[in-house]
């Protein structure tokens, strides 16, 4: 089995295609208990005229078409940033079994940043959490969208 950098890693490939389309530089995968991709996704609702063409979710339908279910179970999501609420929300509906991600999100993050959604008691499946791997990476792609969009 791979390790958690190497799949953010395609996570990071996704999100440089984000940035390369003008989009918000945020990529996600899918990955199977074997180890291999399903799905992969990054940000596009400006050129997806969707609100919910994020990341997360895209590379979640991905996955999903690829497997015939939407249940996603025993797959792992790796996002370059920390979920929102409407991705934390398609998270558990999906059944993964865990989420990695870069950097958190101070202003929207739903995991450890605003609140920690995925973890109330109310939700009728539990997550597997892991946090701040390769973020350095992460923010430096962000870091950059948002430069060039202040020139």
Not at 1 to 27: I, K, T, W
Not at 34 to 59: C, F, K, M, T
Not at 61 to 87: I, K, Q, S
């Amino acid at each position: 089995m791979r390790s958690d950098e190497f799949y953010m890693h395609r996570a990071l490939d996704q999100a440089r295609e984000a940035l390369a389309a003008g989009e918000v530089p945020v990529g996600a995968v899918v990955v199977d208990a074997r180890g291999e991709i399903l799905g992969a996704g990054y940000n596009a609702p400006i050129s997806r005229h969707d609100p919910s063409a994020h990341a997360e979710v895209q590379a979640l339908r991905d996955a999903a078409m690829r497997l015939g279910n939407y249940r996603l179970d025993g797959c792992t999501l790796y996002v370059t940033l920390e979920p929102c609420m409407m991705c934390s929300g398609a998270i558990i509906h999906a059944r993964l079994a865990r989420l990695v991600y870069a950097a958190a999100e101070p202003r929207t993050g739903m995991i450890e940043s605003r609140a920690n959604l995925i973890a109330q008691p109310w939700h009728n499946h539990r997550v597997q959490v892991e946090s701040g791997v390769l973020a350095s990476r992460a923010k430096q792609l962000l870091q950059t969208f948002f430069a060039q969009r202040r020139e």
